[in-house]
């Protein structure tokens, strides 16, 4: 049921839209590995889907995610999800804050949530706090910061705090040629350990 609600939510976005005066924008890739705030949703190779729209504003879209199991990266029945609309205003050309509600329905969790957010953004610096409806408590805490004066490639630092104080720090270098993105994320643990355990490779085709 409620992967029927995230489908039906994602299909309603875009049929209740205006699509005709709106702008409609995309991506379909594969990642190495597809991290979450930290955490591995897809133990290998995850190919993903995902679409928005926005209008005057007005925003709704949604990521479905598929990953392949742990067990010898065989394609398994992992099916993720997520949804969300919001609004978003521009207060000038550099400063724009936003506000919104995501659903997530995520195969390796038990059961599906939603969370509302606010944010805002000032030139290179983006910062969202996420606050699960159904709990206060559980809050996020999620900030990027694209470094000025970088021209071959888009390098952004990345830092997450959970409600337990929990951190999840990280890099993300991108190259965009043409309509396809490329990407690498990192994440502190790969000082640790295997890099590519704590980092992931993507390409995608943007529309």
């Known amino acids: 049921m409620n992967k029927l609600f995230a489908t039906a939510a994602l299909i309603a976005a875009f049929i209740f839209t205006p699509v005709a005066s709106a702008g409609v924008q995309g991506s379909v890739g594969i990642d190495s590995d597809h991290f979450f705030r930290g955490a591995n949703m897809s ?5 993903d889907l ?5 209008h005057k504003g007005w925003f709704a879209g949604g990521s479905i995610i598929k990953g392949t199991s742990a067990l010898g990266h065989e394609w398994g029945d992992e099916l993720n999800t997520m949804v969300y609309a919001g609004h978003a205003i521009s207060l000038t050309d550099d400063l724009s804050v936003r506000g919104g509600i995501i659903h997530y329905d995520w195969d390796m969790l038990p059961d599906s949530y939603e969370e509302a957010v606010i944010g805002g953004s000032y030139k290179g610096l983006d910062l969202d706090y996420f606050m699960n ?3 206060s408590d ?3 805490l999620e900030v990027g910061y694209t470094l000025p004066y970088i021209s071959v490639v888009d390098l952004e630092l990345n830092y997450g705090r959970f ?3 929990e951190d999840v720090i990280g ?3 991108s190259k965009d040629v043409g309509q396809w993105g490329f990407s690498l994320m990192v994440l502190e643990e790969a000082r640790h350990g295997k890099f590519m355990d704590s980092a992931s490779l993507g390409i995608h085709y943007n529309f």
């Open 43 to 47: 133990n290998g190779t995850a190919l």
């Open 50 to 54: 995902s679409l928005m729209v926005d």
């Open 133 to 135: 409806v159904d709990n």
């Open 138 to 140: 559980l809050t996020y």
């Open 163 to 165: 409600d337990d104080g």
């Open 171 to 173: 890099f993300t270098v």
